[in-house]
């Protein structure tokens, strides 16, 4: 399946389907510079590979689910691992997964995702996600639907990849975010200053409370606005130890929601979704000149 081309005078955008609908370059176009992490040349496209990408969809939820931290039919159940370099099932069925074209224009277009429920997540759903070029901005909207005759708890993630340089940080309105300490769960600050340098700090944690923007400064070239664009109240933040890359995730529900959810109806983030109802969130990456 080819890769699908979206542009406009500022932006260029290449995605695809068949990886997951996932981001295989985001580029500026004025500089040549590229925005979210471009998809190595020695990578050939197929599922296992959206681990090198630089932006997938996490769907029904974002984050891992542990051993037997998934209630279903009346007890906590494991699901299957997602990805072979994962050690946990992780971020959904979404980003390992063909999806559909349903409409294309020059500046944007929207695919179609259904799982069945036969494998992993034991319920069925639809997501329907846009990827749109405004001027210098990328705007991403998911919206999952329900197709079970049950209920079911989800979430939605937004998962861009950055390469990391010497000019790399974060500038965020809150960095609040929960310490699990023997199932008790309490808040935390990771610092009251109003950036992270991200060369310094190495984290996996999820902030509470985001007022909906926060400015990243990429690299010399690069800076963006990260915005909520529709219910999107938390920011992840990732930036692991001795790698070249670190990930800025607005998500709905927080990571290990499900084990949050088994121990305390605090942060969690997840929503219910009834038969039939549909769930949508959508953020923008706006490119500051």
């Excluded at 020695?42 to 984050?63: M, R, V």
């Excluded at 639907?145 to 965020?172: M, Q, R, T, V």
């Excluded at 944690?205 to 990260?226: A, H, M, P, Q, V």
């Excluded at 664009?229 to 790698?243: A, D, I, M, Q, W």
Aim: aromatic letters at 14%; proline letters at 4%; one cysteine or more.
């Amino acid at each position: 399946m080819p890769l699908i081309t979206i542009y406009n005078n500022n932006l260029h955008l290449e995605l695809s389907p068949e990886m997951g609908a996932s981001v295989t370059k985001f580029q500026d176009k004025n500089t040549g510079k590229n925005i979210f992490r471009s998809f190595p040349k020695n990578k050939k496209i197929n599922k296992k590979n959206c681990y090198y990408a630089g932006y997938f969809a996490t769907i029904p939820y974002f984050g891992a689910i542990h051993k037997g931290t998934f209630f279903y039919k009346d007890k906590y159940i494991s699901l299957p691992r997602t990805h072979p370099l994962e050690p946990d099932t992780i971020h959904g069925e979404g980003w390992v997964n063909k999806w559909k074209v349903i409409k294309k224009t020059k500046t944007s277009v929207d695919v179609m995702f259904k799982h069945i429920g036969k494998k992993s997540f034991p319920y069925k759903y639809q997501v329907l996600q846009k990827f749109s070029l405004k001027k210098t901005s990328l705007i991403i909207s998911i919206q999952i639907k329900n197709l079970d005759k049950s209920a079911f708890e989800c979430g939605i993630g937004f998962h861009p990849w950055f390469f990391i340089s010497k000019y790399s940080k974060i500038y965020s309105n809150s960095f609040l975010h929960v310490k699990n300490k023997k199932k008790e769960f309490k808040k935390n600050i990771l610092t009251r200053k109003k950036f992270l340098d991200l060369n310094k700090v190495k984290l996996d944690e999820t902030f509470l409370k985001w007022n909906g923007k926060s400015r990243l400064k990429l690299n010399k070239d690069i800076i963006l606005n990260i915005i909520n664009k529709k219910n999107v109240p938390n920011l992840h933040v990732y930036s692991p130890r001795k790698e070249n890359f670190f990930c800025i995730e607005p998500v709905t529900n927080v990571r290990d929601s499900y084990f949050f959810k088994k121990h305390s109806n605090e942060y969690h983030g997840l929503t219910k979704l009834d038969k039939n109802k549909k769930f949508e969130a959508a953020v923008e990456f706006e490119l500051i000149r």
